[in-house]
């Protein structure tokens, strides 16, 4: 693992706590606000296979929607959990903000299409949330409207410090991986590797969400890993297969507090276990790459094909 540059005077030394109990309230909101612009990105932007053109993407200062293109432009949607704005910007040099700060659902959605509006982004959207039991569509939902900044920028730095490890277990993997996804359905981070076969279809499942959605998100037999504000006291990394082949629950992983829920199909490891040990990033990438391997191994994976070490390719040829 390539460690931060000892000389570098802005470099973060711990990674934050954040109890999901102190901020669940500002979560919730937050969740359905990056659901208003990842609406937007899935209505602007080219189908591109499991729905990789939807998510968001960790940024220096947030999260992003990334260059999406409009007519013969590009534009971007940024949360800035620093500053604490909404930056919408297109490529023909307009720019918009909207501020980050209590309001309810309905006026971020109504603040947030203005600004949109104003620099000409008319993108049509669905306005009802998915892949959540009470879909409030978003000009309606007055129920959520907190926002602590404090939490938003320690969540965001929990993605920061998920991102950085999640990115270098990736590197690893030299077949079909997806790049570190935000997706913002089921609010959480997300790197899958892809073993090259197709599975049984996937039986769908996903409140207000249609089965074909879960269809073309399974279309391929895959390990995901990720990271998601709940599951634990202050959010929990995760790791399943799909289809979980047998003697995947059994397979031995680390560290000693990660577990196999039944219930959620997929092991669990405490955010603050990971937070709390001598080495954080250490402590992670064993248990992805355990995680990964419960999946590889029950599942016959052709590892020496889809597998490779990052340092080597990058050395002289």
Not at 11 to 24: I, M, T
Not at 60 to 78: I, K, N, Q
Not at 281 to 286: D, G, H
Request: charged letters at 25%; hydrophobic letters at 40%.
């Amino acid at each position: 693992m390539r460690s931060t540059p000892a000389s570098d005077p802005h470099a973060p030394d711990a990674w934050p706590a954040l109890r999901v109990a102190d901020w669940e309230d500002t979560r919730d909101t937050l969740h359905m606000w990056t659901q208003v612009v990842g609406k937007v990105r899935l209505a602007a932007a080219p189908m591109i296979n499991h729905w990789w053109q939807v998510p968001l993407y960790v940024s220096p200062r947030g999260l992003t929607t990334s260059s999406v293109p409009w007519g013969r432009r590009l534009f971007d949607v940024e949360f800035d959990f620093v500053d604490h704005l909404l930056r919408v910007r297109v490529s023909s040099g307009g720019e918009r903000t909207v501020a980050l700060a209590p309001k309810s659902v309905a006026q971020f959605h109504d603040e947030t299409r203005r600004a949109l509006s104003d620099l000409g982004l008319d993108v049509p959207i669905s306005t009802r949330p998915v892949e959540v039991e009470r879909a409030i569509p978003f000009e309606d939902d007055h129920e959520h409207a907190a926002y602590d900044a404090d939490a938003a920028h320690r969540f965001w730095g929990q993605l920061v410090q998920a991102h950085r490890v999640l990115t270098e277990f990736r590197s690893r993997f030299i077949g079909k991986v997806s790049p570190v996804h935000f997706f913002w359905g089921s609010f959480d981070m997300a790197v899958t590797r892809f073993s090259g076969r197709t599975p049984p279809t996937h039986p769908g499942g996903a409140p207000n969400c249609g089965d074909w959605v879960m269809v073309e998100g399974y279309s391929h037999e895959l390990s995901s890993c990720g990271f998601w504000p709940g599951g634990g006291a202050e959010g929990a990394f995760y790791a399943y297969a799909y289809p979980e082949p047998d003697g995947f629950a059994r397979h031995p992983v680390r560290p000693s507090e990660a577990a196999y829920s039944s219930a959620a199909g997929q092991f669990l490891l405490p955010y603050e276990a990971v937070r709390t040990s001598s080495d954080p990033e250490q402590t992670l990438l064993a248990f992805l790459q355990d995680t990964y391997e419960a999946a590889a191994d029950n599942g016959d994976w052709d590892r020496a094909a889809l597998e490779d070490d990052p340092q080597r390719r990058a050395g002289p040829r």
